[in-house]
T-cell receptor, first 113, second 117 residues
Framework: DAGITQSPRHKVTETGTPVTLRCHQT?????MYWYRQDPGHGLRLIHY???????DKGEVSDGYSVSRSKTEDFLLTLESATSSQTSVYFC????????????FGEGSRLTVL | AQKITQTQPGMFVQEKEAVTLDCTYD???????LFWYKQPSSGEMIFLIY??????QNATEGRYSLNFQKARKSANLVISASQLGDSAMYFC??????????????FGKGTHLIIQP
């Protein structure tokens, strides 16, 4: 199994508070991704990284920022959480662009009250 | 337009029967990859099978096979001899080479498969 750890796994917070989710990998994969999963929507890409300090926006990036200062860590930050950001967040990593599958973390369930 | 369409929100299948989960895709990129993932009730995402757009043969992995019909832009997952443990959400996904392919996978909305004894 790919070594991917997400933290925290569960978090309840209040509207307007900042939240940071961490993804840590031990596989030295170049590409890292943050997805959110909501009922009826499948998984949607928030942000991705193609190297240290190289990041870009995905389909649903509004309200989120990311940082990658080391190969192994990819942080997702909600500057001011809203109830619409209640979701399950998955980190994924990948090595090859063309044919490689993505390996997923176990998910982080975030509830914004 | 949706890039990945899974038209079956839910399916009930009798144990030991074969199952076909539908997936159609939309891309103008000549080079792409198609993936299927399984998500059991425990929540993890499990990679099942991959098909490249230039692959001549349908991909197979144990009881899983991918029925790839390029002209129809179809990539159906076939599970032979279904088992109770196959009950899960199944997601079809695509990766396009345009843009370098770095921007990950685009997922369909999923099919919830329930295997009945």
């Amino acid at each position: 199994d790919a070594g991917i750890t997400q933290s925290p796994r569960h978090k309840v917070t209040e509207t307007g508070t900042p939240v940071t989710l961490r993804c840590h990998q031990t596989e030295n994969h170049r590409y890292m991704y943050w997805y959110r999963q909501d009922p009826g929507h499948g998984l949607r890409l928030i942000h991705y990284s193609y190297g240290v300090k190289d990041t870009d926006k995905g389909e649903v990036s509004d309200g989120y920022s990311v940082s990658r200062s080391k190969t192994e860590d990819f942080l997702l930050t909600l500057e001011s959480a809203t109830s619409s950001q209640t979701s399950v967040y998955f980190c994924a990593i990948g090595q090859a662009m063309d044919t490689g599958e993505l390996f997923f973390g176990e998910g982080s369930r975030l509830t914004v009250l | 337009a949706q890039k990945i369409t899974q038209t079956q929100p839910g399916m009930f299948v009798q144990e030991k029967e074969a199952v076909t989960l539908d997936c159609t895709y939309d891309t103008s990129d000549p080079s792409y990859g198609l993936f299927w993932y399984k998500q059991p009730s425990s929540g993890e995402m499990i990679f099942l099978i991959y098909q490249g757009s230039y692959d001549q043969q349908n991909a197979t992995e144990g009881r899983y096979s991918l029925n790839f019909q390029k002209a129809r832009k179809s990539a159906n997952l076939v599970i032979s001899a279904s088992q109770l443990g196959d009950s899960a959400m199944y997601f079809c996904a695509m990766r396009e080479r345009s843009g370098g392919g770095a921007d990950g996978l685009t997922f369909g909305k999923g099919t919830h498969l329930i295997i009945q004894p």
